[in-house]
């Protein structure tokens, strides 16, 4: 069975930094995309960041963009996002997502498998 397993939510002041990281059970996530998703208490799940099988290609939502970033080494199944200059409306759970496609992907339907997510709440 597939899983993924996110890690190091967690409680941070405003303008604070948190790295996610999200382990793979199977090697299969070496060839698709992998993605980042949160969702904010009374919200729709939204697009974070999106990374390409290769890990040379990447996309950010517009509200993260220059301070988040993805990566991922496939050598160890893993994909992390470093989050910097944290605030507030980035409380929410982070859902790590492995994609259908190889490309990066804001679109939830191209991603087939979803962690359990991982909490970050941020303080103001």
């Known amino acids: 069975q597939v899983q993924l397993v996110e890690s190091g939510g967690g409680l941070v002041q405003a303008g604070g930094s948190l790295r996610l990281s999200c382990a793979a059970s199977?090697?299969?996530?070496?060839?698709?995309?992998m993605g980042w998703f949160r969702q904010a208490p009374g919200k729709e799940r939204e697009f974070v960041a999106s990374?390409?099988?290769?890990?040379?290609?990447?996309i950010y939502a517009d509200s993260v963009k220059g301070r988040f970033t993805i990566a991922r080494v496939n050598a160890k199944n893993t994909v992390s996002l470093h989050m910097i200059s944290l605030k507030a409306e980035d409380t929410a759970i982070y859902y790590c997502?492995?994609?259908?496609?190889?490309?990066?992907?804001?679109?939830?339907?191209?991603?087939?498998?979803w962690g359990q997510g991982t909490q970050v709440t941020v303080s103001s």
């Open positions: 199977t090697t299969t996530f070496s060839a698709y995309a």
């Open positions: 997502a492995g994609g259908r496609v190889s490309w990066p992907s804001p679109h939830r339907d191209n991603y087939g498998y």
């Open positions: 990374i390409s099988w290769s890990g040379e290609s990447t």
